[in-house]
């Protein structure tokens, strides 16, 4: 038996086809139009800049007085602001610290002696219901060594009580004093920041205090043997 | 009673044909008026960092195309721009487009170096030996705004135990934590310095740059788009586009503050 047409399916299929190659001139014309505005417009916004200095190399202007004067005046800055430049870098020991990645790098006379790992602040934000909130975190740019200390204690402050779920003591009690857990040595950065060493080893290289910088003993060591009271840390 | 209203087939034609040459019209603006804005920039830049003839002693114009002066003066405002960041105690980066190294910097002393793997440069800053880019350079950039792929401080909130029973020790933090690290630094001038990972360490780093990218372009697109429709001119932001491993990447953008500063020699 044959199969009967109807005069529909041909218009149909048409409508479709029609209907398809509408929605793709829109989709096509939209993502042209996108690709002007974000790719387009910047790319003609270079043309108009896009001419060079050309510079130039006349000989006579080189003999001219005013010229040289500017010569001479820009070269004199020049190397006043170089003098000025290198005096910012001493000469002396220093030290350097790289929060991101928990790594150290100590130099004497501008060369490199010593790099290791340690561990920096952990960037937790400890609160309290009362409101109170202390952030663990190494400061960044430019310090002195403002004490060293052979056998240091720690003075445990509030936030060591709270993080533990403790109640706070009185200023002077007892409980506050601890030996022994910041190792042989420490070096003051100045409010409260110290460079000390550490009994949790394996968590060096690993951003984990409460903003003090950590270091193994033998790094430590070194590290308190090469810098003076007065020797820059530089932490970023 | 209800009208119907019949469209015929001219009708409708003439009507789509209006609005193409409206919006062939708007785009005609609104292309005009973006290539003007960095002429209207440059105009700006001439007017706040142009030589200023002497009334004694005027100075030879051919000077500021003279490229031994020139060459000093790449060199003077690179170092001037150094020197005033040196002066603080916060960390700063420069750029040197030269050699292909971007360092962070304290105070004099370089901590750390990247090399730069790959650069585009608008060409207002390409330029180069120009006396008005290069004065403007002089000073250090400020920046003024942040968008990035990686938070600044990644800061985790613990609320503290009520008391000892409550009491967690804290879990040892999970290093292998991996983002792509592809940034944007508006500087206060209208500079913007667009840091992007070079590296495809893993899989989706290319897609995840291109996305970071073009959603920015949105964002200026928009600014622009804003600008002209309300018959403004839109601001012209030069660009300087890097790309250097994630990992220096991550380091500086840590590293500098909200409002770091940042020299160039371009």
């Known amino acids: 038996m044959e199969e009967e047409k109807t005069p529909d399916d041909g218009f149909f299929t048409r409508e479709i086809i029609r209907n398809g190659l509408k929605w793709l001139l829109i989709i096509s014309a939209v993502i042209s139009l996108l690709g002007f505005l974000l790719y387009g417009i910047p790319a003609l916004q270079e043309i108009p800049l896009s001419g060079k200095t050309i510079t130039t190399n006349y000989n006579e202007l080189k003999s001219d007085v005013n010229y040289k004067q500017q010569i001479n005046l820009l070269k004199r800055d020049i190397?006043?602001?170089?003098?000025?430049?290198?005096?910012?870098?001493?000469?002396?020991?220093?030290?350097?610290?790289?929060?991101?990645?928990?790594?150290?790098?100590?130099?004497?006379?501008?060369?490199?002696v010593r790099q290791g790992h340690c561990s920096t602040g952990s960037f937790k934000m400890l609160k309290t219901e009362e409101g109170r909130s202390w952030i663990f975190k190494t400061p960044k740019g430019k310090f002195r060594i403002h004490g060293k200390t052979v056998n240091p204690y720690w003075r445990r402050p509030d936030w060591s009580f709270v993080e533990e779920g403790l109640p706070i003591p009185p200023e002077d009690h007892y409980s506050r004093w601890e030996y022994g857990v910041l190792g042989k040595y420490a070096l003051s950065l100045g409010d409260g920041y110290l460079i000390h060493g550490t009994l949790y080893k394996r968590f060096l290289g690993m951003p984990v205090t409460h903003g003090c910088v950590r270091l193994n003993d033998d790094d430590l060591e070194a590290v308190f043997n090469t810098l003076n009271i007065g020797s820059k840390v530089y932490i970023f | 009673m209800e009208t119907e209203i019949v469209y015929v087939s001219s009708d409708r034609t003439a009507k789509i044909l209006a609005w193409t040459v409206v919006g062939i019209l708007f785009l005609v603006y609104y292309t005009l008026m973006s290539v003007y804005a960095p002429l209207k920039k440059m105009e700006l830049l001439k007017h706040e960092y142009g030589y200023r003839q002497g009334g004694n002693n005027p100075l030879d114009e051919r000077i500021?195309?003279?490229?031994?002066?020139?060459?000093?003066?790449?060199?003077?405002?690179?170092?001037?721009?150094?020197?005033?960041?040196?002066?603080?105690?916060?960390?700063?980066?420069?750029?040197?487009?030269?050699?292909?190294?971007?360092?962070?910097?304290?105070?004099?002393?370089?901590?750390?170096?990247?090399?730069?793997?790959?650069?585009?440069?608008?060409?207002?800053?390409?330029?180069?030996?120009?006396?008005?880019?290069?004065?403007?350079?002089?000073?250090?950039?400020?920046?003024?705004?942040?968008?990035?792929?990686?938070?600044?401080?990644?800061?985790?909130?613990?609320?503290?135990?009520?008391?000892?029973?409550?009491?967690?020790?804290?879990?040892?933090?999970?290093?292998?934590?991996?983002?792509?690290?592809?940034?944007?630094?508006?500087?206060?001038?209208?500079?913007?310095?667009?840091?992007?990972?070079?590296?495809?360490?893993?899989?989706?780093?290319?897609?995840?740059?291109?996305?970071?990218?073009?959603?920015?372009?949105?964002?200026?697109?928009?600014?622009?788009?804003?600008?002209?429709?309300?018959?403004?001119?839109?601001?012209?932001?030069?660009?300087?586009?890097?790309?250097?491993?994630?990992?220096?990447?991550?380091?500086?953008?840590?590293?500098?503050p909200d409002k770091g500063q940042i020299a160039v020699y371009s």
């Open chain 1, 79 to 112: 190397r006043s602001l170089s003098r000025r430049y290198n005096n910012y870098t001493s000469g002396q020991s220093y030290m350097v610290i790289n929060t991101t990645d928990n790594l150290f790098y100590l130099y004497r006379n501008k060369r490199l």
């Open chain 2, 64 to 256: 500021f195309t003279d490229s031994a002066y020139l060459n000093l003066l790449h060199e003077k405002s690179f170092l001037q721009s150094r020197a005033a960041m040196a002066a603080t105690d916060s960390v700063y980066l420069s750029i040197n487009l030269s050699d292909s190294t971007i360092n962070l910097e304290i105070s004099g002393v370089t901590v750390h170096k990247a090399q730069i793997g790959r650069i585009s440069i608008s060409n207002i800053l390409g330029g180069g030996n120009n006396y008005i880019v290069l004065s403007m350079l002089s000073d250090p950039l400020i920046i003024n705004k942040n968008f990035s792929s990686i938070r600044k401080e990644p800061l985790m909130i613990k609320m503290a135990p009520r008391d000892t029973s409550e009491y967690v020790p804290d879990i040892i933090p999970d290093t292998a934590d991996y983002e792509p690290v592809n940034f944007i630094m508006e500087m206060e001038n209208g500079i913007r310095l667009h840091i992007y990972q070079e590296d495809r360490l893993k899989l989706g780093d290319g897609l995840c740059r291109s996305l970071f990218d073009i959603y920015h372009r949105f964002r200026y697109t928009a600014k622009t788009f804003l600008r002209v429709i309300t018959f403004r001119l839109p601001d012209y932001q030069p660009y300087i586009k890097l790309r250097i491993p994630r990992s220096d990447a991550k380091i500086i953008y840590r590293a500098l």
